[in-house]
């Protein structure tokens, strides 16, 4: 955590592939994400090859436009091979979630562009668990519902602290109370 947000580090804000343990991309701008994760799907359908792509969305993320246009995209190409999550917590980087986008029902939306979708607990592992081994014939949406700082009073659902660096007294706040 000491390093958060530095260049070099493997959490220097948007994650880089080659400097984050799993990170196969780096998306740093919003919208990629979805687009790049279609694109090798659908090269791993074409070599006949078994691999699965995941990916992640923001809910802040996916009013981006190229988010939609790859979604129409993997659902047209049938690509079962992938399976992607919103995180939904209703906040983004400076408002909620539904003051810039509006109420939407998601999973209606992305059912309606061809999506098998499930909604569920993004904090319950089984759910987790649950919803990735599910085998279906186009490509998958999980969308977790989840709090923004889950565990940490002062941080829960609080806007400023979505890419704010922690202090080392805060550190052992959050700490002491996820009891770690």
Known sequence: MKTYKKLNS????????????????STGSL?????????????DKIKG??????????DGEIQEGQVWE???????????????????????????VKDVFGKRDLASIWRDLGWHC??????NFEEIDSAVQLQVTKPKMIIAHTIKGKGVSF??????????????????????????
């Not at 919208?31 to 659908?42: D, F, M, R």
């Not at 499930?118 to 904090?123: N, R, S």
Request: hydrophobic share 40%; aromatic share 8%.
């Open 10 to 25: 493997i959490l220097q804000g948007h994650p880089d592939r080659k400097k984050t343990p799993g990170v196969d991309m």
């Open 31 to 43: 919208g990629q994400g979805l687009s790049v994760a279609a694109g090798c799907a659908l090269a």
């Open 49 to 58: 090859s078994p691999y699965k792509t995941y990916v992640i969305l923001g």
């Open 70 to 96: 790859a979604a129409f995209f993997a659902s047209k190409q049938k690509l079962d091979n992938l399976c992607a999550f919103i995180d939904y917590n209703g906040l983004q980087l400076t408002s909620s």
């Open 118 to 123: 499930v909604e569920i607990d993004g904090h």
């Open 155 to 180: 941080m829960e659902n609080k806007i400023e602290w979505h890419s704010q660096k922690i202090s080392q007294q805060d550190f052992e706040r959050a700490m002491m109370e996820l009891g770690q």
